[in-house]
């Protein structure tokens, strides 16, 4: 009770003076990262000089230095690495694909290796192909019709869903799950149609998961880009009996140590409640992740410089986390959420950038129903910064272990129409990313923080 009165004066003096404080200090916040900030130039050098960060790689382990170096320039209170045992997945030499509608006839056309597959043969696999559009298709259409075939998954995503990472959501589970089905009916591998909303010639990998299948029953896995799938698609609907190749050699090694980098400010009042602020610091090895997750490392980053440059003193601790392995395996975010519950840790909040750098739209915000009619009485003062956009539901991977009921987990929202054009793709590269949009993104994580981390919520 005496919580929610003291929460409930909060409100009154966000109302009336306090309103001025935060519009002044907001104003200060965006006119920093506008106009002098460092994420864009820090993104330049992770991708450019660092490039693809996949995790257990060379690329990895300069990442974690360089974050780790960037945040001790900062005069951070501490800045530590968090050890985390990882997967490595090489992909090796790029694959090879081509359909072959008779002998000595071939149109070669783009693939990759989904991130955990297993390689071909040396010489390849060319198989006759059965195209389904979803995992129950296998049971219906059987083994007799499956074994010794590729199964070819071109579920499309659903291009009149507004909101894409639900369309993401509605037909990624081919890709992740394709694969350990297809190989219970006899399939040799599969190609699975990219994640992707246009059509275009950049195929996209992303995980794939055998659950638990003995090595000797796993087959290979890979992406044909969307131009690939609709051609692919049209030939086997006139000829049903063309045949796909595939080459591709990569391979999964036993784990290899890596680290989360994880730097702070100390609260000036409640030290011992933690708002972390953070993306993930691996990526795939086909571009050089600039807005997955590039954009989400840098601008996390960017809160505490921005709070260190403007003298703002956070209440409660706040600190940044750059997690590995997000894609394959989200080992970073378990072992941070792990050590904080070995070390009874009180997590206030929690903000995750990972859905690329555009403009950002708003928040959403997975939290108690309280905790969001409170929310909703603060949202107006983002509002003359284009954040309007406040809706319950996911925050971020990463993030995600730390839930309990309690801590208030939020996920940046930006504008989300072009990011699976990138996505998991070698066009995800640093001159993707707007830096106009890269900054207003790291503005409006840093106002949220700064307006939460001021009030006490139910």
Same mark, same amino acid.
Request: hydrophobic share 40%; aromatic share 8%; net charge neutral.
């Given at each position: 009770m005496r919580k929610t009165i003291f929460f409930l004066l909060a409100l009154s003096l966000i109302g009336n003076a306090q309103t001025t404080h935060f519009e002044t200090t907001f104003a200060s916040i965006y006119d920093a990262s506008l106009s002098e900030g460092a994420s864009y130039q820090w993104l330049d050098h992770l991708s450019n000089q660092i490039g693809g960060r996949l995790s257990g790689s060379l690329n990895a382990e300069r990442a974690v230095q360089w974050g780790k170096e960037e945040l001790e320039q900062l005069g951070l209170d501490r800045v530590w690495l968090q050890p985390v045992m990882v997967p490595k997945w090489v992909r090796g030499n790029f694959e090879y694909a081509n359909i072959e509608t008779s002998p000595g006839n071939t149109i070669n056309v783009p693939v990759c290796a989904l991130g955990g597959s297993i390689a071909t043969p040396a010489a390849g696999i060319r198989a006759g192909v059965v195209e389904v559009h979803s995992l129950d298709a296998l049971k219906t259409i059987g083994r007799e019709a499956i074994q010794g075939k590729i199964v070819f998954f071109n579920r499309p995503m659903d291009a009149q869903s507004i909101r894409t990472f639900e369309a993401y959501s509605g037909a990624v589970d081919q890709r992740t799950k394709g694969a350990a089905e297809a190989s219970k009916y006899g399939a040799v591998a599969t190609i699975v149609r990219s994640m992707n909303l246009r059509l275009d010639d950049f195929p996209h990998t992303g995980s794939t998961k055998y659950d638990g299948i003995p090595l000797s029953q796993r087959i290979p896995a890979a992406a044909i880009s969307t131009n690939g799938a609709e051609l692919l698609s049209s030939m086997l609907k006139l000829n049903p009996e063309l045949r796909f190749f595939l080459k591709q050699n990569c391979k999964n090694y036993?784990?290899?140590?890596?680290?989360?980098?994880i730097g702070e400010i100390k609260g000036s009042e409640k030290p011992e409640e933690i708002i972390v602020v953070g993306g993930h610091l691996d990526s795939w090895d086909l571009g050089d992740g600039s807005h997955d997750d590039g954009a989400g490392i840098v601008q996390s980053m960017e809160v505490l410089r921005l709070f260190k440059k403007l003298n703002l003193k956070p209440k409660r601790t706040l600190r940044v986390v750059l997690f590995m392995n997000e894609e394959n395996g989200l080992r970073g975010g378990t072992?941070? #959420?792990?050590?904080?519950?070995?070390?009874?840790? @009180?997590?206030?909040?929690? &903000?995750?950038?990972? %859905?690329?750098?555009?403009?950002?739209?708003?928040?959403?915000?997975?939290?108690?129903?309280?905790?969001?009619?409170?929310?909703?009485?603060?949202?107006?003062?983002?509002?003359?910064?284009?954040i309007r956009e406040f809706t319950r539901g996911g925050s971020g991977a990463d993030i995600g272990p730390l839930k309990d009921g309690k801590v208030l987990l939020a996920g940046l929202r930006p504008d989300s129409q072009r990011?699976?054009?990138?996505?998991?793709? #070698?066009?995800?590269?640093?001159?993707?990313?707007? @830096?106009?949009?890269?900054? &207003?993104?790291?503005? %409006?994580?840093?106002?949220?923080?700064?307006?939460i981390d001021q009030i006490d919520l139910p």
């Amino acid at each position: 009770m005496r919580k929610t009165i003291f929460f409930l004066l909060a409100l009154s003096l966000i109302g009336n003076a306090q309103t001025t404080h935060f519009e002044t200090t907001f104003a200060s916040i965006y006119d920093a990262s506008l106009s002098e900030g460092a994420s864009y130039q820090w993104l330049d050098h992770l991708s450019n000089q660092i490039g693809g960060r996949l995790s257990g790689s060379l690329n990895a382990e300069r990442a974690v230095q360089w974050g780790k170096e960037e945040l001790e320039q900062l005069g951070l209170d501490r800045v530590w690495l968090q050890p985390v045992m990882v997967p490595k997945w090489v992909r090796g030499n790029f694959e090879y694909a081509n359909i072959e509608t008779s002998p000595g006839n071939t149109i070669n056309v783009p693939v990759c290796a989904l991130g955990g597959s297993i390689a071909t043969p040396a010489a390849g696999i060319r198989a006759g192909v059965v195209e389904v559009h979803s995992l129950d298709a296998l049971k219906t259409i059987g083994r007799e019709a499956i074994q010794g075939k590729i199964v070819f998954f071109n579920r499309p995503m659903d291009a009149q869903s507004i909101r894409t990472f639900e369309a993401y959501s509605g037909a990624v589970d081919q890709r992740t799950k394709g694969a350990a089905e297809a190989s219970k009916y006899g399939a040799v591998a599969t190609i699975v149609r990219s994640m992707n909303l246009r059509l275009d010639d950049f195929p996209h990998t992303g995980s794939t998961k055998y659950d638990g299948i003995p090595l000797s029953q796993r087959i290979p896995a890979a992406a044909i880009s969307t131009n690939g799938a609709e051609l692919l698609s049209s030939m086997l609907k006139l000829n049903p009996e063309l045949r796909f190749f595939l080459k591709q050699n990569c391979k999964n090694y036993p784990d290899v140590p890596s680290h989360n980098v994880i730097g702070e400010i100390k609260g000036s009042e409640k030290p011992e409640e933690i708002i972390v602020v953070g993306g993930h610091l691996d990526s795939w090895d086909l571009g050089d992740g600039s807005h997955d997750d590039g954009a989400g490392i840098v601008q996390s980053m960017e809160v505490l410089r921005l709070f260190k440059k403007l003298n703002l003193k956070p209440k409660r601790t706040l600190r940044v986390v750059l997690f590995m392995n997000e894609e394959n395996g989200l080992r970073g975010g378990t072992k941070y #959420a792990t050590e904080a519950k070995r070390k009874k840790e @009180k997590h206030y909040m929690a &903000l995750e950038s990972d %859905a690329g750098g555009f403009t950002p739209r708003g928040f959403s915000f997975d939290c108690t129903d309280k905790q969001f009619q409170a929310l909703q009485q603060l949202f107006p003062i983002l509002k003359p910064y284009q954040i309007r956009e406040f809706t319950r539901g996911g925050s971020g991977a990463d993030i995600g272990p730390l839930k309990d009921g309690k801590v208030l987990l939020a996920g940046l929202r930006p504008d989300s129409q072009r990011y699976f054009d990138y996505h998991h793709a #070698a066009n995800d590269t640093f001159d993707a990313v707007n @830096k106009r949009e890269l900054e &207003l993104g790291a503005a %409006a994580m840093t106002s949220l923080i700064y307006l939460i981390d001021q009030i006490d919520l139910p």
